[in-house]
């Protein structure tokens, strides 16, 4: 198949590399007035329309009349998989409780597991795959998803094996989290020390021994896991070997960066506080920075320090974290948006880290997040556009036309 009269090729790479960082951000590979070849369901080759290939006639051709084709996006962090939704505590909110105090009454995380346990796996299959066509259709390719809403052994094997159905029903990339230890479950309130015992002594080896999460994930945060039994946590899981991806540094300044770092962590997540030291730390390390604008939007929070940590050299991805608590969102295209607009990144960052900053956030740079021959042929096309600038900048313009994933448009 060839992708003919294409305005700008976005996102090209003639070869495949792992996260971005620092400086390298800022430059994206654009070719104007260009074709592309996709083989089956990876990306082939590409070259600009005066040297159009030779064809004969047994390629598909489809006519990009002008518009950009960029690679799909990358969503690093997610918990799409959910029960019901949460607008009565967004109410709650309008009305001045803030997301720590709706957690103490027993909403937040711990409401949805309360929904959770009491929904069927085929419901909670059925309701997820609502969001995921949805963000299909907002030209995501490739999606981290976590658990953290069972909250006992059982309720967290559901939502993996939801997790594991969804991978099989969308031609999306996805990856999976085990995020046992997001809140303390009802059944062990007031005894968390016992809850992060059970959760190293039944519940990891349970997950592990279905062979289905490809990341474990803590919420190191005030009010929920300290940094002491984070590190219990990654240990027990590098022993299945689990890599984590760790929440810090949403509520304050939590200890999570360091836990993480010290674990080798693929990645640490939010940072919407952070402090000089820990920016350097994540410079100096392999662990990505993933800022979420989308929550810091929806919570009133202040938006994670993106720029100082590309300034300092640090490799940043930014992601939805779609949730009904903090996020009801999975649109990348607005994240983009809010990467530029309130973290001061230009769209050339924003872009790299809502695609193979993304894509190295869950180790799968290597097929996803550039189009690069031989990877994975996820991408879309939109409307004509003057630039790349334009697609952060006109925030709300719906220019996706058609969605690609695995080479197929989406039906
Ligand atoms: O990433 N902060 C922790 N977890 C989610 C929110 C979960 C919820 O409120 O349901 C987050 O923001
Ligand atoms: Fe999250």
Redesign the pocket.
Known sequence: MIISNIGQLIGIAAQATSALRGDAMKHVGILENAWLRIDGDQFAEWGTMDRFPATDGSEKIIDAAGGAVLPSFCDS???IVYAGSREQEFEDKIRGLSYEEIARRGGGILNSADRLQATSEDELFRQSMIRIREVEKMATGCLEI?TGYGLTTESELKMLRVIARIAEATPMHIRATFLGAHAVGRAFKGRQADYVDMLCREMLPAIAAEGVADFVDVFCDEGFFSPQETDRILLEAARFGMRPKI?ANELAVSGGVQVGVKHSAISV??LERIEADEISLLAGSETIATV?PG?SFFLGMPYGKARQLIDNGAAVALAS?Y?PG??PSGNMRMVMSLGCIKLKLTPEESLNAVTINGAAAMDSAGRYGSITPGKVANFFITDPIPSLAFIPYAYATPIIRTVFLAGLPLS
């Open positions: 962090h997610s918990h976590k929440h997540d939010h979420l929550a974290d949730n903090s996020s």
